[in-house]
């Protein structure tokens, strides 16, 4: 088989290839094995008829369809081996002439491939990382909204209830005299002034005593999500059963005893203050790989086209109907309630898909520079990992190999931690080897899956 490449616009290029007429006899006896298990000829067992017998009874256009078939597949793939492409969508086949035995089998294929990335200086880029500290105020900070999470509300004998206070209320609100849905609750405890109601509501409720009944006449915002109840005058009949305040407890070392096994509250400071100070650093570790990747990117010239932005289009789109599932929505949803359309939702979403795109592909483009590979026992250390994850049934069909996208899913997540690495270590040599985007990276491929 002989094949040129001729590159064209927009990642695109065309393979002419020739298989000369050897070749085309192969094809020929591959695809007379493949039609002879399908046909019966009288005086011969099914799968036994001879060549020639089989020619006479249905002609040789029998055997065309699936000798171009075999010929086409083995030298486009032999063709992209060859010229080392990385084809992102079927070719494109056209022929020049009906394919014949004894003569050369000439044909074109035209595919859209990875485009080529030119790198710039990524082993020089100019990141400095935040060397974050943890004030006393912070850990005053954390503590208070410990104390706040620990808090009771207790009962009071207070008649008035007033900003600040907690209320056990029932209420039903009325639209044109009539009851509307998700309008109505028993024994509801309120926070009044924490502003979770419709504007008025809590304000409303200032000054009532215990068993007080009440008529609350407002408005919805014009802007409220429910279309049907937005900008319209209602009004919401409440009963006050209960005025109850919160109850805060008092930070001592007896606090500190019950968070763990800290003797003192200034233990517990301590332990805070690390907890704070791990956090911090897990962001800015996070922060500096990100402006490290984000330089390396912006310094490569890499020609997007539509094939690969859509592509990744529909996995975020994906990936937003499976998190809005999550919560009990759909995307059709969401969108109404955002008030735009799929395109408008998809013009949204470009930018960010074009930026992983590009992203993945200048990455990729490292770790090929760089010579970065996996092992097989760092894909299995890791597949091991992520199955704990898993229900039984998945884990058997990815231990057996059914399911080949996981393991060249978690392959390129493994090339990506390493490259990142190493990009890091340009930057900060005296950086620990690893990153915080290998924790993450875990994390996400099992959200992924």
């Given at each position: 088989m002989q094949s040129t490449l001729e590159q064209l616009e927009n990642n695109r290029v065309l393979l002419k290839l020739e298989a000369d007429p050897q070749e085309v006899a192969d094809a020929f006896n591959q695809a007379y094995k493949k039609v002879v298990k399908q046909v019966s000829v009288p005086g011969f067992r099914k799968g036994k008829v001879p060549r020639f017998?089989?020619?006479?009874?249905?002609?040789?256009?029998?055997?065309?369809?699936?000798?171009?078939?075999?010929?086409?597949?083995?030298?486009?793939?032999?063709?992209?081996?060859?010229?080392?492409?990385?084809?992102?969508?079927?070719?494109?086949?056209?022929?020049?002439d009906e394919i014949e035995e004894g003569k050369p089998f000439k044909f074109q294929a035209e595919v859209e491939v990875l485009p080529e990335v030119k790198l710039g200086a990524y082993k020089e880029v100019d990141v400095e990382k935040e060397q974050p500290v943890v004030t006393d105020e912070e850990v005053e900070q954390e503590l208070k909204m410990l104390q706040e999470r620990h808090a009771e509300l207790v009962a009071t004998d207070k008649q008035a209830l007033e900003k600040g206070d907690f209320a056990v209320i029932d209420f039903e609100g009325y639209l044109n005299e009539k009851a509307f849905p998700g309008g109505a609750a028993q024994g509801y405890t309120i926070e009044v002034g924490a502003g979770r109601f419709i504007p008025g509501f809590e304000e409303g409720l200032i000054g009532m005593a215990p068993a007080e009944e009440r008529d609350l006449n407002l408005t919805f915002p014009e802007d409220y999500h429910q279309k049907d109840l937005a900008g319209q005058e209602v009004v919401f009949k409440v009963k006050l059963h209960e005025i109850k305040t919160k109850e805060l407890p008092t930070l001592d070392d007896d606090f500190a005893k019950e968070q763990g096994e800290y003797e003192t509250l200034d233990d517990f400071k301590a332990h805070l203050r690390k907890r704070l100070q791990e956090r911090k650093d897990h962001e800015a570790d996070h922060k500096f790989e990100d402006e490290v990747i984000k330089q390396v990117v912006a310094g490569s010239t890499v020609n997007l086209t539509d094939t690969l932005i859509n592509r990744e289009l529909e996995h975020l789109i994906h990936r937003m109907e499976h998190d809005l599932e999550a919560r009990g929505l759909k995307l059709e949803e969401y969108?109404?309630?955002?008030?735009?359309?799929?395109?408008?939702?998809?013009?949204?979403?470009?930018?960010?898909?074009?930026?992983?795109?590009?992203?993945?592909?200048?990455?990729?483009?490292?770790?090929?520079?760089?010579?970065?590979?996996?092992?097989?026992?760092?894909?299995?250390?890791?597949?091991?990992?992520?199955?704990?994850?898993?229900?039984?049934?998945?884990?058997?069909?990815?231990?057996?190999?059914?399911?080949?996208?996981?393991?060249?899913?978690?392959?390129?997540?493994?090339?990506?931690?390493?490259?990142?690495?190493?990009?890091?270590?340009?930057?900060?040599?005296?950086?620990?080897?690893?990153?915080?985007?290998?924790v993450d990276q875990k994390e996400e491929e099992v959200k992924e899956e």
């Open positions: 017998i089989l020619e006479q009874q249905f002609g040789k256009e029998v055997l065309y369809q699936d000798a171009v078939e075999y010929l086409v597949s083995k030298s486009y793939y032999e063709a992209i081996v060859e010229h080392k492409l990385e084809p992102i969508e079927n070719p494109k086949i056209d022929f020049e969108l109404t309630h955002t008030e735009q359309t799929m395109e408008q939702f998809r013009d949204q979403l470009r930018p960010q898909a074009e930026e992983r795109v590009k992203t993945d592909l200048v990455l990729s483009a490292v770790a090929q520079a760089e010579g970065i590979t996996v092992s097989e026992d760092e894909l299995k250390d890791r597949i091991g990992y992520l199955l704990q994850f898993y229900p039984p049934e998945l884990r058997e069909d990815i231990l057996k190999g059914k399911n080949r996208d996981f393991v060249e899913g978690v392959r390129s997540s493994l090339e990506r931690e390493k490259t990142v690495k190493l990009l890091v270590g340009f930057v900060a040599p005296e950086e620990e080897a690893e990153t915080t985007a290998d």
